[in-house]
C-alpha cells in the first residue's frame, strides 16, 4: 500500500475538509464560468467541501469531494470534483447536532432539542450532514420545509445500535429524519433500511442492507454487518 493510499483512506464520506488556494485555483481553472463563480465565492468565505464516495478512476492521491449550492426553481446543484491530498489543509469529521440546532428551522427546534437530550443521555452523539449542515456553514438558505434532517451515527455495540435505532422511530413521526448508521472502516447504511430489515423478523438476521463506503456499495446481511460492531467492542 502506498504512502498516498493510507492518507486517502483517513478520508470518509461526510467528512469536512478545507482546501488549499493552489487547490481552489485548479478547481476553478477546470470549470465553466458559472461554477467559477461559485468556486471563487467558496474560496474567499473559506467553506468546507465534503468528502463523498470516491470515483473509480480516482489516482491513488486524489480525494474525491463536493459542494452543493441552495437549491435553484427547486433544482439542487451539487458539484464533484477531486483534489491531491497534499492540497487538504483541514479535515474534520462532520458536525455534531448539538452544534448546528440554534440553525434548524423553528418548527424542529423543540422536538430537535428533546432528540438531542435522549441521544445524550444514552451516551450517543449524532451528527449531522445535507441541507442542515450545508446551512450552518454557509449561513445560505438550503433548508426548507421538506429537506430531510440527515443524521449520522457511530454505534459502538449491537446494543447503543438498538438503542439509537429506537430513539430514531420514536423521533420520526415529529421529525423528517433521515441519515445513515456508521459501521467500523467508514461502512455506512441507511438506517431506515435496517429498520425495514428488522421488521421482517429474520430471526437469522440474513436480511439484505445496502452497505456503503469509500469505493461504491454492496449487499450484506444484517448478521455480517452486526459481527463488525463485535469485533470492534
Known sequence: MSAYVEQVEQFQRHDLVWLSHQAWENMAA???SPWQSAVRDWQQQEWPAVVR???????DDDVCIGLELPSQDGQ?????VRVQVEHIIEHQSGLALNTVLPLALPEWQNDLRALQQSAAAAGLRFRVFGALSWQFLTGQPYLQTLSPIDLLFRPADPAQLQQALQLLSRFQQQLPLDGEILFPQGQAVSWRAWNLADAAGDAQQEQKVLVKN??????CSQREMLAL???SA
Open 76 to 80: 439542487r446543484r451539487r458539484l464533484a
Open 53 to 59: 464516495r470516491r470515483d473509480s478512476d480516482a489516482a
Open 214 to 219: 469509500q469505493m461504491g456499495a454492496r449487499l
Open 30 to 32: 477546470a470549470l465553466s
Open 229 to 231: 460492531l463485535t469485533q
